[in-house]
């Protein structure tokens, strides 16, 4: 009989952002718009980049591997968003919540060393450009890059082997929009301690090794602005680091809000609100703040429109 109540849950009820059927409806409309242009945003991005041969450099290079995660990230968990909002139904099998709660860990972990990458390539190119071209070349821009997918992945497999390792039999209802390791491990019927603790020292891990390489770089960034004599240098070092800075603020504070509270009982409600700003609010700002003041990437714009436009005339 124990056997038999140990194995009993075979799906899981996501409860998503509200039970009530109009508003559930607005917020299909207003997610489906999200989504839309989150995936619109960042492959325009990768478009602009790839089209303009002045954008192929170390800078872009990174900021098209943080579009596609941004793609893939929203990809991960908005369509079952969308169709629990549209049929008011929030089941979901525990194979596909596994799934689900890998991808959009792992892409959550890529983003994390993507995000540190990239504020290294600012610190080589500000504080050492006689050298950066040597330091930051093809070759370690591969390896920046893979070892960001390459963690994320190793990260994202001991979160979710660990989770489900337990044993889940009721109850079954994830008071979240999709299934997050922290919500989903709530559920457990057995005692988590020693999971929670791994989760929070590999979160610890992933977050401070790439919190603090940004802090670091930033800081000799900083120094080396302030020692600048040219104040049209010093506006353009903090003007390409402006909005890579606020990209950090946002993902990072929420991030660290979630997955860096141990033993503590978790709001849920208060999980799901954190949780709109990383999985909805930043893959949507991302290419706007990237490219809003961005010089480089109107001109990209401006040229592949210019193209098109001639092409018409032909």
């Given at each position: 009989?124990?056997?038999?109540n140990?194995t009993?849950?075979?799906e899981?009820?996501?409860?998503?952002?509200t039970?009530?059927?109009?508003?559930?409806i607005?917020l299909f409309?207003?997610?489906?718009?999200?989504?839309?242009?989150?995936?619109?945003?960042?492959?325009?991005?990768i478009m602009?980049v790839?089209?303009?041969?002045?954008l192929?450099t170390p800078?872009y290079?990174?900021?098209?591997?943080?579009?596609?995660?941004?793609?893939?990230?929203v990809t991960?968990?908005?369509?079952?968003?969308?169709?629990?909002?549209?049929?008011?139904?929030g089941a979901?099998?525990?194979?596909?919540?596994?799934l689900?709660?890998?991808i959009?860990?792992s892409?959550?972990?890529?983003?994390?060393?993507?995000?540190?990458a990239?504020?290294?390539?600012?610190?080589l190119?500000?504080?050492?450009p006689l050298?950066?071209?040597?330091?930051?070349?093809?070759?370690?821009?591969?390896q920046?890059?893979s070892?960001?997918?390459?963690?994320?992945t190793f990260?994202?497999?001991?979160g979710?082997?660990?989770t489900f390792?337990?044993?889940?039999?009721g109850?079954?209802?994830?008071?979240?929009?999709?299934?997050?390791?922290?919500?989903v491990?709530?559920?457990a019927?057995a005692?988590?301690?020693v999971?929670e603790l791994?989760?929070?020292?590999?979160?610890t891990?992933?977050?401070l090794?790439?919190?603090s390489t940004?802090?670091t770089?930033?800081?000799?960034?900083?120094?080396?602005?302030?020692?600048m004599?040219?104040?049209?240098g010093?506006h353009?070092?903090?003007s390409?680091?402006a909005?890579?800075l606020a990209?950090?603020t946002?993902?990072y504070?929420?991030?660290i809000?979630?997955?860096m509270?141990p033993g503590q009982?978790?709001a849920?409600?208060?999980d799901?609100q954190i949780?709109?700003?990383?999985?909805?609010?930043?893959?949507?700002?991302?290419?706007?703040?990237?490219?809003?003041?961005?010089?480089?990437?109107?001109?990209?714009?401006?040229?592949?429109l210019?193209?098109?436009?001639m092409?018409?005339?032909?």
């Open positions: 009989m124990e056997a038999e140990r009993s849950i075979t899981f009820i996501l409860v998503g952002l039970n009530d059927r109009k508003k559930q607005l409309v207003i997610t489906l718009l999200i989504y839309s242009l989150s995936i619109v945003g960042n492959v325009m991005v602009l790839r089209a303009d041969s002045r192929h800078m290079f990174f900021l098209t591997q943080l579009a596609y995660v941004e793609i893939c990230y991960s968990t908005f369509p079952q968003m969308l169709f629990n909002l549209l049929t008011g139904n979901i099998s525990l194979t596909r919540c596994a689900q709660m890998f959009a860990l892409l959550g972990v890529t983003e994390c060393f993507l995000l540190a990239m504020a290294y390539d600012r610190y190119a500000i504080c050492h050298l950066y071209t040597i330091l930051m070349g093809r070759g370690r821009q591969l920046l890059a070892a960001s997918w390459g963690w994320s990260f994202a497999t001991i979710v082997s660990c390792h337990h044993h889940f039999c109850p079954n209802r994830i008071n979240h929009f999709f299934c997050e390791l922290p919500v491990l709530k559920l019927c005692n988590t301690q999971t791994i989760v929070f020292l590999a979160a891990v992933v977050l090794s790439s919190i940004v802090l770089s930033y800081g000799l960034i900083l120094s080396t602005v302030l020692k004599r040219s104040t049209a010093r353009k070092a903090f390409t680091c909005s890579h990209v950090v946002v993902f504070g929420t991030v809000t979630m997955y509270r009982v978790r849920s409600d208060f799901k949780a709109i700003f990383y999985i909805m609010v930043t893959p949507l700002l991302n290419p706007i703040i990237y490219t809003l003041r961005n010089k480089d990437i109107h001109a990209a714009a401006a040229k592949v210019g193209r098109q436009d092409v018409q005339k032909r």
